[in-house]
Nanobody, 124 residues
Framework: QVQLVESGGGLVQAGGSLRLSCAAS????????MGWFRQAPGKEREFVAA????????RSADSVKGRFAISRDNAKNSVYLQMNSLKPEDTAVYYC?????????????????WGQGTQVTVSS
């Protein structure tokens, strides 16, 4: 089982930026697709962005397209989420997840390891 630890969350004003990091340990995640999900209070967990094992393919939710970018560094067993032009509706706990598939996937049930989450709060 892989352990995932997110960092980089915090409080930011609308229009600001944050960069989330996810460090994996326990096993390498370099051969698997990774993803970011988020959950706002009173809402279900939703897909944010995903990346294939090589980093060659990425996909983002329509709500964050053009503002968020996912990337990975397989040498560091890590994945990142650069968040720009943040909006109050981006406020949520952000979770990093690792799948057992090499190809990109956005379906939560395809991810078998999850981090504890990091809080992102965007003030208006």
């Amino acid at each position: 089982q892989v352990q995932l630890v997110e960092s980089g969350g915090g409080l930011v004003q609308a229009g600001g930026s944050l960069r989330l990091s996810c460090a994996a340990s326990g096993r390498t995640v370099s051969m698997y697709a990774m993803g970011w999900f988020r959950q706002a209070p009173g809402k279900e967990r939703e897909f944010v962005a995903a990346i294939s094992w090589s980093g060659g393919t990425t996909r983002s939710a329509d709500s964050v397209k053009g503002r968020f970018a996912i990337s990975r560094d397989n040498a560091k067993n890590s994945v990142y989420l650069q968040m720009n032009s943040l909006k109050p509706e981006d406020t949520a706990v952000y979770y990093c997840a690792s799948s057992r598939r090499m190809v990109l996937t956005t379906t939560p049930t395809n991810f078998d390891s999850w981090g504890q989450g990091t809080q992102v709060t965007v003030s208006s």
